[in-house]
T-cell receptor, first 115, second 115 residues
Framework: GESVGLHLPTLSVQEGDNSIINCAYS??????FIWYKQESGKGPQFIID?????DKRQGQRVTVLLNKTVKHLSLQIAATQPGDSAVYFC??????????????FGKGTHLIIQP | EPEVTQTPSHQVTQMGQEVILRCVPI?????FYWYRQILGQKVEFLVS????????KSEIFDDQFSVERPDGSNFTLKIRSTKLEDSAMYFC?????????????FGPGTRLTVT
């Protein structure tokens, strides 16, 4: 059947290359940011988070950069693998809310890894 | 590794019928959430729940929706009179608590189809 919904931005990279996925947020009060990965038919999977008192945080093959001045968040994935193919969402909320705040998700980017 | 589970994986119902979506959060978590994702769109926050009461809810979470923690393990979302536009993936999530990481762990989702 016909697919209905927003067209996701798509990023296509060669296997082994690095990828950078960008996200803009609008709420100046947000102080906690998270990247999630969503594979087809599954729930969002936590990748990495960062609080607003930092501008960079590294994980295994992933780095998140936060630029509060321009309200911009990016996710860098090093040496991409076929298993990295998924939709990536940024999300935000207020850490000071004590943990009960719902996350506000961005629109998502579809990352395609070319062999 | 502990995980959030959801049942059923797919629910088909007729417009106007009541549905209950079920979730078992991670056992030592204190915060519970429901989100929905309409096909091809971003994940949207519905409600958060802590200490046996709603902490926060979005505009989507109107009087047709309710949540309950009927026992020590289950967390449910009820839609009283389903509408066609309620068709979506519904994700349950949980997180530790105010003095722990804010990381929200998502379940695999329930696909609700309203006909």
């Amino acid at each position: 059947g016909e697919s209905v919904g927003l067209h996701l931005p798509t990023l296509s990279v060669q296997e082994g290359d690095n990828s950078i996925i960008n996200c803009a947020y609008s709420n100046s009060a947000s102080d906690y940011f998270i990247w999630y990965k969503q594979e087809s038919g599954k729930g969002p999977q936590f990748i990495i988070d960062i609080r607003s008192n930092m501008d960079k945080r590294q994980g295994q093959r992933v780095t998140v950069l936060l630029n509060k001045t321009v309200k911009h968040l990016s996710l860098q994935i090093a040496a991409t693998q076929p298993g990295d193919s998924a939709v990536y969402f940024c999300a935000e909320n207020t850490y000071s809310g004590g943990g009960a705040d719902g996350l506000t998700f961005g629109k998502g980017t579809h990352l395609i890894i070319q062999p | 590794e502990p995980e959030v589970t959801q049942t059923p994986s797919h629910q088909v119902t007729q417009m106007g019928q009541e549905v209950i979506l079920r979730c078992v959060p991670i056992s030592n978590h204190l915060y519970f959430y429901w989100y929905r994702q309409i096909l091809g769109q971003k994940v949207e926050f519905l409600v958060s729940f802590y200490n046996n009461e709603i902490s926060e809810k979005s505009e989507i979470f109107d009087d047709q929706f309710s949540v309950e923690r009927p026992d020590g393990s289950n967390f449910t979302l009820k839609i009283r009179s389903t509408k066609l536009e309620d068709s979506a993936m519904y994700f349950c999530a949980s997180s530790g608590g105010p003095d722990t990481t804010h990381e929200q762990y998502f379940g695999p989702g329930t696909r609700l189809t309203v006909t």
